[in-house]
């Protein structure tokens, strides 16, 4: 990874000249960013070409502050560009990253294969606010092109090919046409690699980035902790429809660990709880997953074996979970005890707090009514009840039950299965890089593929 703008003037590992360009207000109240408020500000870098020339991947990423007005003709405001020749607001050549007047970011990106080229570019509407700081990044696989915007990826478009290598510098705040970026920009950077979207994610500063784990066990993705609470307070804060009376706050409930915005203690490193059924449900496909059931739990408590507990055969310690034994009077932040680590390195699955399943039970008081089971134990439950830690035992609650002593794993299909084919061998690499050789399922038409 080359940081090739850092707040100042980066730490540029080519040629570099900088015009126009000043010192400015950043998102973090320091003067770190720069300003290319001048007509012919920018930054070129000038043997950049050889190093940006035949690759088949790449990421770049950026903040952005555009000084944009709405009744402005629609113009490309280039982040970072090195085109020689554009029709209009398309470039024919090269590489062009860039926010429109209309809060479109564009990226545009020409390739050869074969000796013929190609030209393939990605919008995204309504996404890049004016007079606020967002985060933007260009990511190519050799199969994809795709743009994100503050973490989340916004659109793609099929491209393949080597990038085309240009005999002119690579821009930052302009291009070579002098299509000039009107605003902030700070953080510059250019990876020679394509980034795993959780990187992604994490360089746009998400508080809501799950940690995704392989389990060979349950053949599944598991997030590898309960879900946080900051990663639902992020979930709460980009989704507008969410129902808040699923969840209870700590200033309702000491022992909750989600935060009204006013008031309240901040239990970010907490796993979320005070969460009903359905709550857990949206969360989880909020982020493009799903509750696990009790058997998919079991499969990666078993591993390769029958162990009893997650971590093995080794009966109950307090160096292993959470548990009322141990003296824990309400949940402690996950993964605090990772010698109770699973087989895939999954913490918590036994101790802290129970989990969500999708799996039911049926009570027949009089009425049929379906009563979710939650899995793996918590920290009220004694070591006298082991059983509900090897999820031989499990909690029974209702739907609409928000209680302290349970809480969320999500779990989702893995890239390159039928339910989440990938875009593109080259996203099976660098999502799944246990992987070795073999078919996989590529594309949303669920054509099989060979990686």
């Not at 609409?400 to 390159?416: L, Q």
Request: glycine letters at 8%.
């Amino acid at each position: 990874m080359s940081t090739m703008a850092s707040g100042k003037t980066g730490n540029f590992t080519g040629t570099s000249s900088a015009v126009g360009v000043a010192p400015a207000d950043d998102r973090v109240g320091g003067q770190n960013s720069l300003s290319f408020e001048q007509a012919s500000a920018n930054i070129s870098i000038s043997d950049s070409n050889q190093r940006l020339a035949y690759r088949d991947q790449y990421t770049m990423c950026a903040w952005v502050y555009p000084e944009l007005s709405a009744n402005m003709e629609l113009q490309p405001n280039v982040v970072i560009g090195q085109s020689t020749s554009m029709t209009g607001s398309i470039p024919e050549d090269g590489f062009s990253m860039y926010v429109s007047t209309v809060n479109l970011l564009y990226t545009g990106q020409s390739t050869v294969q074969e000796g013929s080229f190609t030209l393939a570019g990605t919008f995204a509407n309504n996404t890049v606010i004016p007079q606020e700081w967002s985060h933007i990044c260009a990511r190519y696989d050799g199969n994809f092109l795709a743009t994100y915007i503050n973490g989340r990826r916004a659109w793609d478009v099929p491209l393949r090919g080597a990038t085309v290598a240009l005999n002119s510098p690579l821009f930052i705040g302009s291009d070579e046409q002098g299509n000039h970026f009107r605003g902030r920009i700070d953080d510059v950077k250019i990876w020679s690699t394509a980034l795993p979207e959780t990187e992604i994610c994490r360089q746009a500063e998400k508080q809501g980035c799950i940690d995704w784990v392989y389990s060979p066990y349950s053949q599944l993705q598991m997030s590898r902790s309960e879900v946080l609470t900051k990663i639902a307070q992020e979930w709460v804060a980009q989704d507008p429809s969410i129902n808040q009376a699923n969840l209870t706050s700590n200033a309702d409930n000491v022992d909750c660990n989600f935060k009204d915005r006013a008031i309240g203690r901040d239990y970010d490193e907490y796993p979320m709880n005070c969460i009903n059924y359905n709550g857990a449900e949206e969360l989880c496909r909020f982020y493009s997953a799903r509750l696990p059931t009790l058997s998919e739990l079991a499969l990666e408590k078993n591993a390769d074996s029958i162990r009893n507990y997650p971590w093995g055969n080794i009966d109950l310690r307090c160096g292993k979970l959470v548990m009322a034994d141990c003296g824990a009077v309400r949940s402690r932040p996950a993964c605090s005890k990772t010698a109770g680590n699973s087989a895939s390195g999954l913490c918590d699955l036994a101790g802290n707090v129970a989990e969500w399943t999708m799996s039911t039970t049926v009570s027949m008081g009089g009425n049929i009514v379906a009563q979710f089971e939650a899995a793996g134990g918590h920290y009220e439950t004694p070591q006298e009840d082991k059983q509900y830690f090897s999820l031989q035992t499990n909690d029974v609650l209702m739907r609409s039950d928000k209680v302290p002593t349970v809480g969320i794993r999500c779990v989702k299909e893995p890239i390159g299965t039928r339910e989440n084919a990938a875009k593109s061998c080259a996203e099976i690499f660098v999502e799944r890089p246990d992987l070795g050789s073999g078919h996989y399922w590529l594309d949303d038409d669920k054509q099989q593929g060979t990686y």
